[in-house]
């Protein structure tokens, strides 16, 4: 975009910067659950500052175009696991990636720079404005808080569970990856110079806000007129993770399911909830028990449910009263009292033939059916047992709906309209679905001569898996690049052991896993590894093959801290071969 557009903007988010000095978050409305690692970042200033201060902005919405392009773009790791999911952003010219937390509840995008005096180690490298050609500091001015030498403007995020992120606020360009039909755009942005708590110890890189807010993501593209006002983000189900999101508008499907968002009630993306349905029955509660506060808070970065009292206790009750055949046990984690039940069995396609659905009923007499993947969580520590993922959210009569309770739905919040759509799908599949054709992957492959933490350039893994048809084509051979850095220079991994692990973490024998080969520089390690069938089998099924391959290139491998950590650097896969003529150094 020139930068003549670029100006128009920037004034209005300096405007707010002052409104959004200290932010605080939706995990004020419950007491936080471990596995819950990231707040929401908005503040509660007066509703009218995100929509009516500049004349003309809200109706200027409703008259965008149709055609407009969209931003395609998947989503990474997975919400019980991690806490979050991510998505890949590339700032700078050349673009330089990063690994953001997609939080619906944040107005304001932010990574780690270069110049940052106490940033965590994160999945990527900082970002360094000195090698990006089209890097522009806001510079300081009446409408935004400045740094110490009245030069830059400034940012400052401070949350409830006490983490921290700030720094100064530049402009650059961002791109949304080969997938997406936008074009790169330029955008307001934070780039860290200080992080603590959870923002300090956390893999990802920084955050990617999609909230309500000029500084939004969001708002900045809608406004420079290059989206419609509208995004939608899909979660995978459980134990698959990865999804899809779509910044702009898209058609909805014919069923979707709509309730009513008001912009006006509270700074964050509610829904019209009216009763709880289990097993078919209501729940015999006030249907102002879901309105009370901020209402019913429909948020990415909030991992599970969270109720007031006497929907909680009802709720549960409810679901409890549908399970009375399975053992209550204790929860994975003796610090919390986490209502779980064993007996159920591994499969979760048989989930819903053990626990009860439940149904929510929208305002409009719509409603959503959530399945046991929805409101229960696996647990860690007993095979075939799961937990409620549904809390009591304290004394705030707030209901706050986490990612748990939109898994293999498509949510669509068209903002243009004011109403948020939920469509139940596979989230994996679907992404296949919203490809753009003939964009092909990219996966650069760094120097093994060169030393990560010095000049190594940050790795991409394939940004589209491939399409496997029953019947077109047998895998043989599934091989990926690993970058293994370990922590201290003098240890060399123990190869065995990081294949057997492997084998475990992609549920195959450990005589399927084959180191090829393997260079070193200093702690870094770039290793070849090679996925063979099994003893009994001639070739890789194909959901073998697809499952693997997803979970490499979604980063599902969680290294133990001994191994130290890894970047998938690039897999393919070779069709089946009449006979396998197969070394390996080990």
């Known amino acids: 975009m020139a930068n003549s557009s670029s100006s128009l903007m920037i004034p209005y988010s300096l405007i707010l910067l002052n409104l959004y000095a200290i932010v605080s978050s939706t995990s004020d409305f419950n007491n936080r659950h471990h596995p819950m690692i990231l707040p929401l970042l908005l503040s509660t200033p007066n509703i009218s500052a995100h929509r009516m201060p500049f004349d003309g902005h809200y109706s200027r919405r409703h008259l965008q175009n149709s055609?407009?392009?969209?931003?395609?773009?998947?989503?990474?790791?997975?919400?019980?696991?991690?806490?979050?999911?991510?998505?890949?952003?590339?700032?700078?010219?050349?673009?330089?990636?990063?690994?953001?937390?997609?939080?619906?509840?944040?107005?304001?995008?932010?990574?780690?720079?270069?110049?940052?005096?106490?940033?965590?180690?994160?999945?990527?490298?900082?970002?360094?404005?000195?090698?990006?050609?089209?890097?522009?500091?806001?510079?300081?001015?009446?409408?935004?808080?400045?740094?110490?030498?009245?030069?830059?403007?400034?940012?400052?995020?401070?949350?409830?569970?006490?983490?921290s992120s700030s720094g100064v606020i530049a402009e650059d360009v961002v791109s949304f990856g080969n997938?997406?039909?936008?074009?790169?755009?330029?955008?307001?942005?934070?780039?860290?110079?200080?992080?603590?708590?959870?923002?300090?110890?956390?893999?990802?890189?920084?955050?990617?806000?999609?909230?309500?807010?000029?500084?939004?993501?969001?708002?900045?593209?809608?406004?420079?007129?290059?989206?419609?006002?509208?995004?939608?983000?899909?979660?995978?189900?459980?134990?698959?993770?990865?999804?899809?999101?779509?910044?702009?508008?898209?058609?909805?499907?014919?069923n979707m399911v709509f309730s009513h968002s008001n912009p006006y009630r509270s700074p964050y993306y509610n829904i019209e909830l009216k009763e709880l349905h289990v097993a078919g029955k209501p729940l015999k509660l006030k249907p102002k028990v879901f309105d009370e506060k901020h209402g019913t808070v429909l948020d990415s970065g909030t991992t599970y449910a969270y109720f007031p009292e006497a929907a909680f206790h009802a709720?549960?009750?409810?679901?409890?009263?549908?399970?009375?055949?399975?053992?209550?046990?204790?929860?994975?984690?003796?610090n919390y009292h986490d209502i779980c039940f064993s007996g159920a069995g591994r499969e979760v396609s048989h989930l819903s033939k053990v626990?009860?659905?439940?149904?929510?009923?929208?305002?409009?007499?719509?409603?959503?059916?959530?399945?046991?993947?929805?409101?229960?969580?696996?647990?860690?520590?007993?095979?075939?047992?799961?937990?409620?993922?549904?809390?009591?959210?304290?004394?705030?009569?707030?209901?706050?709906?986490?990612?748990?309770?939109?898994?293999?739905?498509?949510?669509?919040?068209?903002?243009?309209?004011?109403k948020i759509g939920f469509w139940k799908t596979n989230c994996s599949e679907l992404w296949k679905r919203l490809q753009v054709p003939g964009v092909p992957a990219s996966a650069p492959v760094p120097s093994p001569s060169s030393n990560r933490s010095q000049a190594m350039p940050p790795v991409q893994a394939p940004s589209s898996l491939p399409f496997f048809h029953p019947g077109e084509i047998r895998i043989g051979i599934i091989t990926f690049d690993m970058l293994i850095s370990v922590n201290n220079s003098n240890t060399k991994p123990n190869f065995t052991e990081v294949a057997e692990f492997i084998a475990h973490e992609l549920e195959v024998d450990n005589l399927q896993v084959h180191m090829l080969n393997f260079t070193s520089t200093g702690n870094n390690y770039l290793v070849k590894w090679a996925i063979l069938p099994s003893e009994s089998a001639e070739y890789i099924s194909n959901t073998t093959a697809m499952k693997i391959i997803q979970q490499l290139s979604e980063h599902?491998?969680?290294?133990?801290?001994?191994?130290?950590?890894?970047?998938?650097?690039?897999?393919?896969?070779?069709?089946?071969?009449?006979?396998?003529?197969?070394?390996s150094p080990l």
Not at 324 to 332: A, E, S, V
Request: charged residues 20%; proline residues 7%; aromatic residues 10%.
């Open 67 to 163: 055609e407009l392009p969209n931003a395609r773009m998947r989503l990474f790791d997975d919400l019980l696991s991690n806490g979050y999911y991510t998505t890949r952003l590339f700032i700078g010219t050349p673009p330089q990636e990063f690994a953001l937390i997609v939080d619906t509840g944040s107005t304001v995008t932010y990574v780690p720079c270069s110049s940052c005096e106490r940033c965590g180690k994160h999945q990527d490298p900082r970002f360094q404005p000195e090698l990006s050609s089209t890097y522009q500091p806001v510079k300081c001015n009446p409408g935004c808080n400045c740094d110490d030498q009245g030069k830059q403007c400034t940012y400052e995020r401070r949350y409830a569970e006490m983490s």
């Open 179 to 254: 997938e997406s039909e936008l074009k790169p755009q330029r955008a307001v942005f934070g780039c860290e110079n200080v992080e603590t708590g959870d923002l300090y110890s956390q893999r990802a890189d920084g955050i990617m806000g999609l909230g309500r807010g000029r500084l939004s993501v969001v708002d900045q593209l809608v406004d420079k007129g290059v989206i419609g006002d509208s995004f939608s983000l899909c979660y995978g189900g459980m134990d698959v993770g990865g999804g899809a999101m779509v910044l702009g508008q898209i058609s909805p499907p014919p």
């Open 315 to 334: 709720l549960k009750d409810a679901i409890m009263k549908e399970i009375h055949h399975l053992k209550q046990i204790p929860g994975p984690d003796p």
């Open 355 to 418: 626990f009860p659905e439940v149904n929510m009923v929208f305002g409009s007499g719509q409603k959503l059916s959530l399945s046991p993947e929805n409101y229960l969580f696996r647990h860690t520590k007993v095979s075939g047992a799961y937990c409620l993922g549904i809390f009591h959210n304290g004394n705030d009569p707030t209901t706050l709906l986490g990612g748990i309770v939109v898994r293999n739905t498509l949510v669509t919040y068209d903002r243009e309209n004011d």
């Open 556 to 583: 599902r491998l969680h290294f133990p801290e001994r191994f130290g950590s890894y970047e998938l650097v690039e897999w393919k896969f070779e069709p089946q071969k009449n006979r396998y003529v197969f070394s």
